[in-house]
């Protein structure tokens, strides 16, 4: 099946600082890729959706100023995490969506977990 | 958004069948079902996909009624090794991908 790859797998940062996350459709273009963060013991929760060529679509209560994505080509979006904070914790994924099928399949990447300290 | 509704959680043993329905009310026409399987730490595994009646593949089968309100995903003799949350979404072309609950299934020996 159709792989996407997340970058890094695991991060930990000072208070303060930026950490950008990547996520690369390996063998298939994706218009749109969405990212999602999870804390433990509960579900996805979609934070915005990124759309290559234009800006991204944020989910109510999501920062934008503060989760900046960029989807700069059809096979890459990064999601960086602007001056970080304890309460940023948690375990950010993301999916990209194949459109060659029918079903317009998701498929997720092995997720980051970003530990602020 | 379109809603799934799920059980929070179903026990099982070593080697029987497990089936675990999904509530999808207002379902749109142009909705696929997807679930998906997710372990501790890692992104979520693409399980099967399915439009109307039965889909099969190597690790599950998907049955979904005519009324296409509900789906059931069907894992046949699971193993420890199955234990995970299990994620029923509705994806189509113009859809965003919103997970509800989820089921945790814990395999026992």
């Given at each position: ?93 993301c999916s ?22 | ?24 009310n ?28 039965k ?7 998907l ?47």
């Amino acid at each position: 099946g159709a792989v996407v790859s997340q970058h890094p797998s695991w991060v930990i940062c000072k208070s303060g600082t930026s950490v950008k996350i990547e996520c690369r459709s390996l063998d298939f273009q994706a218009t749109t890729m969405f990212w999602y963060r999870q804390f433990p013991k509960q579900s996805l929760m979609l934070m915005a959706t990124s759309n290559e060529g234009s800006k991204a679509t944020y989910e109510q209560g999501v920062e934008k100023d503060k989760f900046l994505i960029n989807h700069a080509s059809l096979t890459l979006s990064t999601l960086t995490v602007t001056s970080a904070h304890p309460e940023d914790s948690s375990f950010y994924i993301c999916s990209a969506r194949d459109e060659r099928g029918a079903g317009t399949e998701a498929f997720f990447g092995q997720g980051t977990r970003l530990t602020v300290v | 958004l379109a809603k799934t509704t799920q059980p929070i959680s179903m026990d099982s043993y070593e080697g029987q069948e497990v089936n675990i329905t999904c509530s999808h009310n207002n379902i749109a026409t142009n909705d696929y079902i997807t679930w998906y399987q997710q372990f501790p730490s890692q992104g979520p595994r693409f399980i099967i996909q399915g439009y109307k009646t039965k889909v099969t593949n190597e690790v599950a089968s998907l049955f979904i009624p005519a009324d296409r309100k509900s789906s059931t995903l069907s894992l046949p003799r699971v193993s420890l090794s199955d234990t995970a949350v299990y994620y029923c979404l509705l994806s189509g072309s113009a859809r965003q991908l919103t997970f509800g609950s989820g089921t945790q299934l814990t395999v026992l020996p």
